[in-house]
């Protein structure tokens, strides 16, 4: 009986094919919106979870100030200083290494082209910190760092800026007043989580930032890597004491720095990325809503013009019931149909637009089902009201509707 309903259903979708498409419209519509916002909100959360990741692998980040990001309230904080970084290698067990680091944007110049960039002054424990690879030449030896030689490391961008069509390594690039040796290039990383190009920097020996360009001993950051095995909460916690210890901050006075674990950055990213992706999803589900009411309609519609069609039936011995699975199974058809057509759609659109947009596609098995299973129920739901309308419609009465 349901196959010869479901055959019944088909017949009647194609004898009256653009009305069907117009009819699915709304689903297929739905389902695709509903699909591809799902699908682009996982590649961006995944995409900001390795962009975060690429920061440096179980990172503290320690910053002056109760706050960070725009609006931070660090001038009133003071700096740390050098001694503090070694404090921490030293003295909080489960570190593996410590890079203290001093920021300054600066316009550098190589030859007849200048690019303002930032200048980092840091150590070599700075690349094992935050996960950086060089690509060409090599990072600070000893004697430089100790000394404060005008040597320097550059970033992907400022290279292709400066040095497009030549090998950097060995040339002077001046900053200000000074000029520094290129010895080596960073592996590139492209944009970071806060939307930064992490490229775009000039990486030189603490001593020499400090000496030439800043004119102070203070350190602006630091970047405390957690060692395999360790507990990172635990380690975070014996930082912020030692800190407290050495900024003489008293049980009763907030902190006058943060301690930022990159865990915490990827899940506020993320939370308020999958906040984004439930929002828009349940805004473009709406559409599902919508394209229900237009099959109700046209299944109205349709029982009203198979009035005699359904009278003979019900004359010649048909129960109601199978009045009642015959136009059912056309709504489900038609809005199950739409829920195909919507997926296919999706698919193609979530390809597309995550290459547009630089984020990994990430094909989500559950998603899909889940939309089209909600397609078939709308068919259901709003199909049962018209089915039943027919089921209920006297022999006699439906025989002499003209």
């Known amino acids: 009986m349901i196959w010869n309903a479901l055959l019944l259903a088909l017949r009647e979708i194609r004898r009256n094919l ?9 689903i297929v519509i739905g389902v695709s919106a509903v699909v591809t916002m799902v699908t682009l909100g996982n590649g961006a959360t995944k995409s900001i979870s390795d962009q975060v990741a690429s920061l440096g692998s179980n990172l503290l980040i320690v910053r002056p100030g109760q706050r960070l990001g725009p609006g931070r309230d660090s001038a009133g904080a003071p700096n740390f200083k050098v001694e503090d970084a070694e404090s921490i290698a030293q003295q909080v067990t489960g570190v593996a290494q410590v890079a203290p680091i001093v920021n300054r944007s600066v316009t550098v110049v190589a030859g007849a082209k200048n690019w303002s960039t930032v200048v980092t002054g840091t150590r070599n424990t700075w690349f094992a910190t935050g996960n950086w690879v060089i690509a060409q030449g090599r990072n600070f030896s000893e004697s ?3 000394a404060g ?13 400066l040095f497009p069509n030549q090998n950097p390594l ?3 690039l001046r900053v200000k007043q000074f000029a520094c040796e290129v010895i080596g290039v ?10 930064s190009d992490q490229d775009d920097l000039v990486v030189m020996p603490l001593r020499t930032v400090q000496r030439r360009l800043t004119g102070n001993l203070d350190v602006a950051s630091m970047q405390v890597s957690v060692a395999d095995g360790a507990s990172i909460d635990r380690v975070k916690e014996r930082v912020t004491q030692l800190m407290r210890e050495r900024r003489k901050i008293t049980e009763n006075e907030d902190d006058n720095f943060n301690v930022l674990d990159t865990r ?6 993320s939370g308020t990325t999958r906040v984004m992706t439930a ?8 559409s599902l809503l919508v394209g229900g009411i237009g099959i109700m309609n046209i299944m109205l519609v349709s029982v009203t013009e198979r009035t005699r069609e359904i009278g003979i039936r019900l004359a010649i011995g048909a129960l109601e019931r199978e009045v009642l699975l015959q136009f059912l199974i056309e709504a489900v058809a038609l809005a199950a ?3 195909l057509v919507g997926l296919a759609l999706a698919t193609v659109a979530s390809i597309g637009l995550a290459g547009a947009m630089g984020v990994p596609y990430l094909f989500n098995p559950g998603i899909n089902l889940l939309a089209f299973g909600f397609s078939a129920a709308i068919g259901v739901l709003f199909g049962y009201v018209p089915a039943r309308r027919a089921a209920r419609l006297d022999p006699i009465d439906a025989l002499r509707h003209e």
């Open 279 to 286: 929002l828009l999803g349940a805004v473009a589900a709406v």
């Open 186 to 195: 960073l592996g590139s990383k492209g944009q970071s989580a806060f939307g």
């Open 170 to 172: 060995g040339a002077e």
């Open 18 to 26: 653009l009305r069907s498409f117009l009819t699915t419209l709304g």
């Open 144 to 146: 430089e760092e100790k």
């Open 149 to 161: 030689r005008a040597v320097c490391v550059i970033g992907a961008t400022v290279r292709r800026e």
């Open 264 to 269: 915490q950055i990827a899940e506020t990213l």
């Open 337 to 339: 149909l739409g829920g």
